[in-house]
């Protein structure tokens, strides 16, 4: 059975003085959804949207009924207003590089969930600006600001200097820096390393397999990297965000033929 998804307000493109301030405060089960109620003086901020994982993310929210609560943070606000629902909370525009933008933007929001990541091909210091320094940034002002959650998007192999992505800016290991900074924060969090993303079907069923760090990876890793649909990582955030199984943890995840359907209190259980 579907959750039902309450009509939003019309969207408020706003600068970073005027973010909305609402958010999740409870939340009951209708079926097999988990539906959450929202409240005054809460938020969710989404960075990263504008890309492919984060903009499922947000369209995650938007089906969960929650995209009124929604405040994205991008470099680029005309992008994000042409991708994403139109009933988006907020869009804000600036770099996780500027402290006190991001310091602004975060201000009000009850949980964060970062979706950036690099994305220049010509500033070999992009990856140390928004996967490293960003999300320091990032978890600084959270702290300032009282959040109460990040859920921040990694990526299977930050633990290995010779996983090949390694040698595009050292990019995994820039995320590795954040994955500390969000660990050493003092706010319950969780961190979801997923496999090679891809945006479509695999045409043929498949489910998710977690696993601690260092499940999958690049041998002497008991498993492959494996891949996973950017639909999947979204939703794992967005139930990560409110399942208590989810905190303080990191959680690699692939999708599998043949493995058996769980569900993501099982699986974020089982880590």
Do not use: H
Not at 13 to 20: D, G, L, V
Not at 238 to 255: D, G, Q, T
């Amino acid at each position: 059975m579907n959750a039902r998804v309450a009509r939003p307000p019309r969207a408020n493109f706003a600068t970073p003085t005027a973010t909305t301030r609402r958010g999740i405060s409870s939340s009951r089960r209708i079926g097999s959804r988990l539906c959450v109620a929202a409240s005054a003086n809460q938020g969710i901020m989404v960075t990263g949207a504008t890309g492919g994982t984060g903009k499922a993310v947000v369209e995650k929210l938007a089906s969960d009924g929650l995209i009124a609560d929604v405040a994205v943070f991008t470099r680029n606000a005309s992008k994000a207003r042409a991708m994403l629902p139109s009933s988006v909370g907020s869009v804000i525009e600036g770099d996780l590089f500027d402290f006190e933008t991001t310091l602004r933007a975060v201000s009000g929001k009850e949980t964060v969930l970062i979706c950036s990541g690099t994305t220049s091909r010509t500033d070999p210091f992009d990856p140390l600006k928004v996967d490293w320094q960003g999300v320091e940034n990032l978890v600084a002002a959270c702290k300032q600001s009282g959040v109460k959650k990040i859920v921040m998007v990694s990526s299977i192999g930050v633990d290995d200097p010779f996983f090949p992505l390694n040698l595009f800016g050292g990019v995994l290991w820039m995320k590795k820096l954040g994955e500390l900074a969000v660990q050493r924060s003092g706010i319950d969090y969780t961190i979801i390393r997923p496999g090679g993303l891809r945006s479509k079907d695999a045409g043929k069923e498949v489910n998710v397999v977690a696993g601690r760090p260092n499940t999958f990876g690049l041998p002497p890793r008991p498993k492959l990297p494996g891949g996973i649909r950017r639909s999947t990582v979204a939703e794992a955030c967005v139930e990560a965000m409110r399942l208590p199984e989810a905190r303080n943890k990191v959680v690699e995840m692939i999708e599998e033929e043949g493995a058996p359907r769980t569900s993501w209190r099982e699986l974020f259980a089982s880590v």
